[in-house]
């Protein structure tokens, strides 16, 4: 198993950027898929960026894609989201989670979730 912490978030001004950081505490942290997820208030919750175990994959959402970029740091044990351009519809509590083995486009497919980060971009 692994668990996550999220850090990074807080409140930014429109066309401003914010990195979000997942860090696991868990060994193997290679072996997971993580994927980034957010929920805004009444809405929810929404896949925003995956990445494989190998790196090389990748998945955005539309919303996101040219803004956003997901990365991870095996041996640090550390997976990222830059988050850039933001804008209000962004306003979101951001998730950081994890899958043992393939990514997935599929928010019931992940096993493991961080406990959240409050995104706030002001117009």
């Known amino acids: 198993q692994v668990q996550l912490v999220e850090s990074g978030g807080g409140l930014v001004q429109a066309g401003g950027s914010l990195t979000l950081s997942c860090a696991a505490s868990?060994?193997?942290?290679?072996?997971?898929?993580i994927g980034w997820f957010r929920q805004a208030p009444g809405k929810e919750r929404e896949l925003v960026a995956s990445?494989?175990?190998?790196?090389?994959?990748?998945y955005y959402a539309d919303s996101v894609k040219g803004r956003f970029t997901i990365s991870r740091d095996n041996a640090k044990n550390l997976g990222n989201l830059q988050m850039n351009s933001l804008k209000p519809e962004d306003t979101a509590v951001y998730y950081c989670?994890?899958?043992?083995?393939?990514?997935?486009?599929?928010?019931?497919?992940?096993?493991?979730w961080g406990q959240g980060t409050q995104v706030t971009v002001s117009s």
């Open positions: 989670a994890a899958r043992y083995g393939l990514s997935s486009v599929t928010r019931n497919a992940y096993d493991y």
């Open positions: 990445i494989s175990r190998s790196q090389y994959t990748t």
């Open positions: 868990g060994r193997s942290f290679s072996m997971y898929a």
